[in-house]
């Protein structure tokens, strides 16, 4: 079985500055896709950003990219420029590549992120 | 366009009590999805329904657990005789067929089991 781990529970930064969320995940599988999730007070799940594992280009949206290390088995989300907007809790998320297996998510615990204005 | 739709927004029910928990996922999204979002558990998929296929109940932590989609569009999560630890947010998401189209979401049910 698949499992993600997040081991920061709360974040914090400043408008304006950068913040790095970490995750890592444990998988026996060589191609899957991780994902990042927002989830703000309105309990919508936002997809931020989604990562394939079998390129080795790390994915980039806007203001948000990820740093993937495959052998490492890291996948961090790195926001740039930090908007009172981003504030949200964020989920780093697995799933297997493939037939039926792309939206079952296996999700981390979540890292709740500040923004000070 | 619309987005998925869940109903009620929030739910209220004693110990005992039979839920209906509903999701009406995109128009033309063939792929259903029943997630729960718990303090002591996180994240957890529950069910799975795509298209005419059997779905893939391997989520669902009881019996008293169970979900139906009717016309392959609306569907029904039901928790029968609830316990306290049934508390939780339970969040729908549906996507088109293609394999690695993205998951939407709702907005979610909150149950509170007294």
């Known amino acids: 079985a698949q499992t993600v781990t997040q081991s920061q529970p709360e974040m914090s930064v400043q408008e304006a500055e950068t913040v790095t969320l970490s995750c890592t995940y444990d998988?026996?599988?060589?191609?899957?896709?991780l994902f990042w999730y927002k989830q703000p007070p309105s309990r919508q799940m936002i997809l931020v950003i989604r990562?394939?594992?079998?390129?080795?280009q790390n994915a980039t949206e806007n203001r948000f990219s990820v740093n993937f290390q495959k052998a490492a088995k890291s996948f961090s989300l790195k926001i740039s420029d930090s908007q009172l907007g981003d504030a949200a809790m964020y989920f780093c998320?697995?799933?297997?590549?493939?037939?039926?297996?792309?939206?079952?998510?296996?999700f981390g615990q979540g890292t709740i992120l500040t923004v000070h204005p | 366009g619309a987005g998925v739709s869940q109903s009620p927004s929030n739910k209220v029910t004693e110990k005992g009590k039979d839920v209906e928990l509903r999701c009406d996922p995109i128009s033309g999204h063939t792929a259903l999805y029943w997630y729960r979002q718990s303090l002591g558990q996180g994240l957890e998929f529950l069910i799975y329904f795509q298209g005419n296929s059997a779905p893939d109940k391997s989520g669902l932590p009881s019996d008293r657990f169970s979900a139906e989609r009717t016309g392959g569009s609306v569907s029904t999560l039901t928790i029968q005789r609830t316990q306290q630890e049934d508390s939780a947010v339970y969040l729908c998401?549906?996507?088109?067929?293609?394999?690695?189209?993205?998951?939407?979401f709702g907005n979610g049910t909150r149950l509170t089991v007294t």
């Open positions: 990562q394939e594992a079998y390129k080795q």
């Open positions: 998988t026996s599988e060589s191609d899957y896709y």
């Open positions: 998320a697995y799933a297997n590549a493939g037939g039926t297996s792309y939206g079952k998510l296996t």
């Open positions: 998401a549906s996507k088109q067929s293609s394999y690695n189209s993205p998951l939407h």
